[in-house]
C-alpha cells in the first residue's frame, strides 16, 4: 500500500529534525523502498503500521533505525577519483613540509558510510608516503548511523564493492580473501578511527583537523542547514588546511570564507587569507 501524506509528512518530519535531510514529497517512493525492511524486520506488515508505532511510542531506538535507513550510504574505494589524485599528488605533500615541525596531521571524513572512502585515504598515506609513517597520522571517520559504522569498524567487502573503484594492486596487497568477501588488513584499518556523529549536533568534538573530507553531504541539506554546517566546519579547519566536497556542493552563496583550489575536478577548498 503507496504510503499516505500523512505517514510521510511525519516521517520527513522526523528526518529532518534528527538528521537535517531533507525529503521533499517526490521521494514517497524512496521512503517506501527503504522502511519496509525496517517494517518486516519489526515484525509489521506495513509501514503504516510502523508508523503507528512511532507515533504511539517514544522509543528512540525505533525512530532512530528509520532515521539511518532514510540517510544515502552510497560510497565506494577512489570515488570520483580527481579528489584523492588532488590528496596524493599536492595536498599531502604540502602538507608534509608544513607541519616538518609537529610531525603530525590531523584528516577527519565527515560522513564515512561504510569506510570505503577513509580507507581509501589510508591506503593513499601508506602507498606514496611510507616514509612519514613515523608521522602522528590520524584519520577520524564519522557517521549518523551506528549499522555502517559497525561494519566499518569490520573492514569486510563484498567483490561488487571491491569491483567499484579498488585498483588489483592495492587489493592484492591491502586486503585478504575472507570466503566471499575481502577483509582489510590492520596495517590500514588501525590508522581510521570510527565514530558515530550527527552533524546536526551543537559540538562535534573533532579535534584541529588539517583536511576535511565531506562530500556529497551538503547537497541533501536545505540553505540554512549547510550555511551552519560550514560555519561550524570552519571552526575544525586549521588555517591552511583543506576542506574536500563532493563534485555537485560548492561553498559559494553559502560562505565567503572559503574559496575553490585550482586542483582539477577535485572540489578542494581553502579558507581565504584575510
Known amino acids: 500500500m503507496p504510503l499516505d501524506t500523512?505517514?510521510?509528512?511525519?516521517?520527513?518530519?522526523?528526518?529532518?529534525?534528527?538528521?537535517?535531510?531533507?525529503?521533499?514529497?517526490?521521494?514517497?517512493?524512496?521512503?517506501?523502498?527503504?522502511?519496509?525492511?525496517?517494517?518486516?524486520?519489526?515484525?509489521?506488515?506495513?509501514?503504516?503500521e510502523l508508523v503507528s508505532r512511532m507515533r504511539a511510542s517514544s522509543l528512540n531506538g525505533l525512530h532512530q533505525k528509520v532515521v539511518e535507513a532514510m540517510t544515502t550510504n552510497e560510497t565506494s574505494f577512489f570515488r570520483d577519483l580527481n579528489p584523492f589524485e588532488a590528496l596524493r599528488k599536492v595536498v599531502l605533500p604540502e602538507m608534509f613540509q608544513r607541519r616538518a615541525v609537529e610531525r603530525r596531521i590531523q584528516i577527519w571524513?565527515?560522513?564515512?558510510?561504510?569506510?570505503?572512502?577513509?580507507?581509501?585515504?589510508?591506503?593513499?598515506?601508506?602507498?606514496?608516503?611510507?616514509?612519514?609513517?613515523?608521522?602522528?597520522?590520524?584519520?577520524?571517520?564519522?557517521?549518523?548511523?551506528?549499522?555502517?559504522?559497525?561494519?566499518?569498524?569490520?573492514?569486510?567487502?563484498?567483490?561488487?564493492?571491491?569491483?567499484?573503484?579498488?585498483?588489483?594492486?592495492?587489493?592484492?596487497?591491502?586486503?585478504?580473501?575472507?570466503?566471499?568477501e575481502w577483509k582489510i588488513k590492520d596495517e590500514v584499518r588501525k590508522l581510521v578511527e570510527f565514530r558515530q556523529l550527527n552533524l546536526?549536533?551543537?559540538?562535534?568534538?573533532?579535534?584541529?583537523?588539517?583536511?576535511?573530507?565531506?562530500?556529497?553531504?551538503l547537497i541533501y541539506f536545505d540553505v540554512s542547514t549547510k550555511k551552519t554546517i560550514l560555519r561550524k566546519i570552519r571552526q575544525v579547519l586549521r588555517a591552511d588546511g583543506c576542506l574536500f566536497l563532493g563534485g555537485a556542493e560548492t561553498t559559494m552563496n553559502l560562505d565567503d570564507s572559503f574559496e575553490r583550489t585550482t586542483f582539477e575536478r577535485a572540489g578542494c577548498y581553502r579558507l581565504r587569507k584575510t
Open 6 to 48: 500523512t505517514d510521510f509528512d511525519f516521517v520527513s518530519s522526523l528526518v529532518l529534525k534528527r538528521s537535517g535531510i531533507v525529503l521533499e514529497p517526490e521521494k514517497s517512493y524512496l521512503v517506501e523502498s527503504r522502511l519496509l525492511p525496517v517494517a518486516r524486520h519489526e515484525g509489521l506488515s506495513s509501514i503504516a
Open 109 to 180: 571524513c565527515g560522513a564515512s558510510s561504510t569506510g570505503q572512502e577513509p580507507y581509501t585515504i589510508a591506503m593513499v598515506l601508506r602507498e606514496y608516503f611510507a616514509a612519514h609513517s613515523d608521522w602522528r597520522i590520524s584519520i577520524i571517520a564519522t557517521d549518523l548511523s551506528t549499522d555502517v559504522l559497525a561494519r566499518a569498524r569490520e573492514g569486510r567487502y563484498s567483490q561488487l564493492e571491491i569491483n567499484r573503484g579498488l585498483p588489483a594492486p592495492l587489493l592484492l596487497k591491502y586486503f585478504q580473501r575472507h570466503g566471499t
Open 200 to 217: 546536526l549536533d551543537s559540538a562535534w568534538g573533532i579535534p584541529a583537523a588539517d583536511i576535511v573530507f565531506l562530500r556529497n553531504v
